[in-house]
């Protein structure tokens, strides 16, 4: 069945119907991340949290005495993809065309080096580029989007945008191996990122129990060594709910998520 198109008209205070933006409402009900897509885009909560991740961030790295600043070894390790770099309006559009993720059309998004900036990215990026600190972005975008995602940072006025300091996916989607080769020259001084794989293999392919306990065990080090940043949308949290099963169905999705929630009774 095609798309119910619903038009909505409401009663002025001139005692005349006024139209209303046509909406399109899905036969499949509504996609389950239209809420955190929306929350990213419009609440001023999201773009809260950025500026206190990055406040912090900044301030951790106004207490490094300049002897050790002189040096010229220490590096900050970060993600891209909701760390960095604000990819909502593609989720958006993957809710309106009624589609759901895939390699392909990841690939289609990053090629037109459009994402954003995450609220306070930029600026913080550029005081570590200030004080000579080395930043290498760790992703888990391919070799291929080198060329686009370093187009989409120079756009947005992001340092270090070059080859040298993009450390893709190749052959293994941990990121441990690409954390120790830029301590093979450099001393990493802090790691951001909106997943916990972002900063320790102890999260990953792990229970929700164990990634709960292995965060309580780094307490100290949230807002000093490892700054997170916000991300409701999807994560190594959501793989972790449905036990890393790729080929559920939306109906034992809901069936898994359902089952977990905790009422009070």
Known sequence: MKNLLILLFTFSITGT?????????????ANPKIMPVLWQQTSAEYRALCY????????????????????????????LDETILDNSCREAQ???????HTSANWKEWSKLSSAGAVPGAVEFLNTCKEKGIQVF????????????????????????ADAAHMLFLSNTSSKETRRQKVLEKYKIIMLMGDNLNDFTTAFEKS???????????????????????PNSTYGEWENALF???????????????????????
Do not use: C
């Open 17 to 29: 119907f006024a139209q209303q933006p046509v909406i399109a409402v899905s036969d499949k009900g």
């Open 137 to 160: 972005y760790i992703s888990n975008r391919d070799t291929g989007e080198v060329e686009s995602t370093v187009k989409n940072m120079a756009k947005l006025n992001m340092p270090y």
């Open 52 to 79: 206190q991740a990055f406040n912090l961030a900044t301030l951790r790295i106004s207490e490094i005495p300049s002897k050790e600043l002189k040096k010229g070894n220490l590096a900050i390790v970060t993600d």
């Open 207 to 229: 229970t929700i129990a164990v990634r709960r306990d292995e965060a309580d065990k780094l307490k100290d080090e949230w807002g000093r060594k490892y700054i997170i940043l």
């Open 243 to 265: 036990n890393y099963q790729r080929n559920l169905t939306p109906e034992q999705k809901d069936s898994i998520l359902f089952r977990m929630l905790k009422g009070y009774k």
């Open 94 to 100: 993957l809710i309106m065309d009624h589609r759901v």
